[in-house]
Structure formats: structure tokens, C-alpha cells
């Protein structure tokens, strides 16, 4: 008995020390990038437009970050959606799940700058959309689609079957159940799919880089092209423009992602509470 207990403590152990590492180490870059940024951030460097290429503020790289998360989501989050619904739903367990579940797991693991590569030879080059807001947000919705289906795949099956045999034992369709009955109840996990795909949105680089392309200017429209934090953050630091607005674009980029975090899951409550 009293070994097992010591096992169990030193496990124990082992499992606050991971966490502690792991959060201090998260600290330790957010602190360091914060200290380095937050004193050059103005009103002026946010507001005010790029001039040359590294010149000015960092304005067009904003709305330019908020157009691809849009166009991105817009896209990619009904076909994620509804590739959840049928594996989960309606799709019986055979060949076409694995096969499915395989090219999900498959698209997950494959490194950015093939997505680029992939972007860049179909839609900038052979459906000559350019480099252009369409183009990038194409190539990011195909990169971040495995997160959509396998966190929405995980929020429907977490829903209860209760849930749904009451709804078909009331004489609702399988439609009618899926859309008042099991989407509204899984809505915080397909939120998180949503955050989750942002967050990789906005920190991507390699795939925006070569299909969105680094124009310093606020695009006119989907066919425009345009330049996102983050591809401005690795100009200013690669060429070595200037370190410190580097340092002060990465702490923008950071306070932007964890509003975009704190939104969602403040909706994520509310629709909770109002179904409460």
C-alpha cells in the first residue's frame, strides 16, 4: 500500500511539474515578445498606413489579417460542418469513414509551405486568380478543414444519444434533430474548431506568403492582393528591417488572437446560457 501511494505521488508530480513547464514556457515567450513590443506600439503605428517596406504603420496588415479569417472561415467552416454531420450521423462504419478519417489525419500532418506550394500552382497560377485575398483564403480553408471536421466529429459524438432518441421518438425527422436538436447543444465545440482554425490562420506565414502575397496596401477586394501580420513580421525580421516593429507587430498579433478568443468563447457562453 504504502508503495502505491508513493507511485501515485511521484505520478502526480510528474503531471503538475509538465503542466508548470508547459505553462511557464508560454509565459516566458509571451512575456519576452510583450517587453520587447508593447513600448512601440502607438496610435500612429496601428492607424496609419504602410509606406515602402517597412516604413510607417501596420493598418493594411490588419484589415488585410481580418479579410483572410473571414473569406477563410466563410468557406471552409459549412464544409467542415457537414463533413462532421455525415461521419458522424449518418455515415456507417465501414471503408469510406477510415478512408475519410485517413485523408483528414493525412491533410493534419502535411507542412504548411506544401499547402503554399499547392496554392500557389493551382489557384494563383493554373485558375489565375493571382496572388489575391481568394487565393490565400482557398489554400488556408484546405489547411485548416482537418481541424473543423475532427473537433466538430468530437463536439456531435459528445452530444448524449438521449438526446436524439427523445427528438425521434417525438416524431421529428433526422434533419429537423440534427438542426434543433444536436447542433445547437454542440455549439462550444464548434466554436473551439472555429478558434482553433483562427488561431492558425492568423499565425500562418509560408501559405500566405505565397499566395496572398505582400503588398503593403488595404485590398479593394477578393482579387487583391494584400500583406497579414504575420507575413510582415517575418519581412521586418528576415530582411532586418526594423527588430522593433517586429516585436511590436508580434505583440498586435497577439493581443488580436486572444480577442478573437475571448469573443468566441464569450459567445460560446451565451448561446450556452440562452439554451439554459
Known amino acids: 500500500m504504502k508503495d502505491k501511494n508513493m507511485k501515485d ?20 515567450i509571451l512575456g519576452y515578445v510583450l517587453y520587447k513590443g508593447i513600448g512601440q506600439i502607438s496610435w500612429e503605428f496601428i492607424s496609419s498606413m504602410a509606406r515602402g517596406s517597412g516604413e510607417g504603420g501596420i493598418l493594411p496588415m490588419i484589415v488585410t489579417t481580418f479579410y483572410v479569417i473571414g473569406v477563410s472561415i466563410l468557406i471552409v467552416t459549412p464544409i467542415g460542418i457537414c463533413a462532421a454531420i455525415y461521419m458522424v450521423e449518418y455515415a456507417k462504419p465501414g471503408p ?25 500552382l493551382l489557384f494563383v497560377t493554373a485558375l489565375h486568380f493571382k496572388f489575391s485575398i481568394l487565393s490565400g483564403a482557398l489554400t488556408l480553408s484546405i489547411m485548416v478543414l482537418p481541424t473543423i471536421v475532427r473537433t466538430t466529429e468530437e463536439a456531435l459524438k459528445s452530444v448524449p444519444d438521449a438526446y436524439r432518441e427523445g427528438s425521434l421518438g417525438l416524431g421529428a425527422s ?16 464548434i466554436l473551439a474548431a472555429v478558434i482553433l482554425s483562427i488561431g492558425r490562420i492568423v499565425g500562418e506565414t509560408a501559405a500566405v506568403y505565397m499566395t496572398v502575397g505582400m503588398a503593403p496596401y488595404i485590398p479593394r477586394g477578393l482579387m487583391d492582393s494584400g500583406r497579414t501580420l504575420s ?12 527588430f522593433e516593429k517586429a516585436y511590436a507587430t508580434a505583440t498586435v498579433l497577439i493581443f488580436l488572437v486572444a480577442i478573437i478568443n475571448l469573443l468566441a468563447n464569450r459567445m460560446a457562453a451565451m448561446l450556452k446560457r440562452n439554451r439554459g
Open 96 to 120: 469510406m469513414v477510415r478512408s475519410i478519417r485517413f485523408a483528414t489525419e493525412s491533410l493534419a500532418g502535411i507542412p504548411s509551405i506544401i499547402f503554399g506550394l499547392f496554392g500557389f
Open 174 to 189: 433526422k434533419l429537423s434533430t440534427i438542426v434543433k436538436v444536436i447542433l445547437p447543444t454542440a455549439i462550444p465545440g
Open 9 to 28: 505521488r511521484i505520478f502526480r508530480s510528474l503531471i503538475w511539474l509538465s503542466a508548470a513547464l508547459t505553462a511557464g514556457i508560454l509565459a516566458w
Open 231 to 242: 507575413v510582415h513580421l517575418y519581412i521586418l525580421a528576415k530582411e532586418g528591417i526594423s
